[in-house]
């Protein structure tokens, strides 16, 4: 699928770091690149090597309000595909290491009826995502705008 099909403005955004999916996810919901969306995050006091930016809410949270992105104040745990709201920062690949969860972040994205995800992975063959039997979500974050 051509990137122009896939939202107005929106395509997956390449993490650049390891640990940068938080900043990538961001930055693919507010449409700038991830060395724009890492250069404002490190002005506001937040780094991929930083674990609770995969760990906790409140990083990427503070990012999407930075950019201008109004996300609901809870997380909702995920029920299903169908369930989903249109726009979403969605959790996956949840995980507990040493007492703490982990995770990461992608974007859950549906215009007219037709569902993806766009993961930052750098390593992926495609970042525009249809495999849905092969993520395993644990909750999301809608977006509003």
Known sequence: MPLALI???????IQEEISGCGIAASA????????????RAN???????????WSETAHVRKLLQAFGLLAAPEET?????????????MAIKWRVEKGRAF????????EEGE???LDSKKGLRSNVRRDFWRMKPK???????
């Open 7 to 13: 939202g107005k403005n929106m395509k997956p955004v």
């Open 28 to 39: 693919a919901l507010a449409g700038m690149s991830y060395a724009e969306a890492k250069s």
């Open 43 to 53: 002005a506001l006091g937040i780094y991929a090597a930083d674990p609770t930016l």
């Open 77 to 89: 745990p995920f029920e299903s595909w169908e369930r989903m709201p249109d726009k979403a920062l």
């Open 103 to 110: 995770w990461h972040w992608v974007v859950f994205l549906r």
């Open 115 to 117: 569902a993806t995800v």
């Open 139 to 145: 909750w999301y974050i809608e977006i509003f705008n």
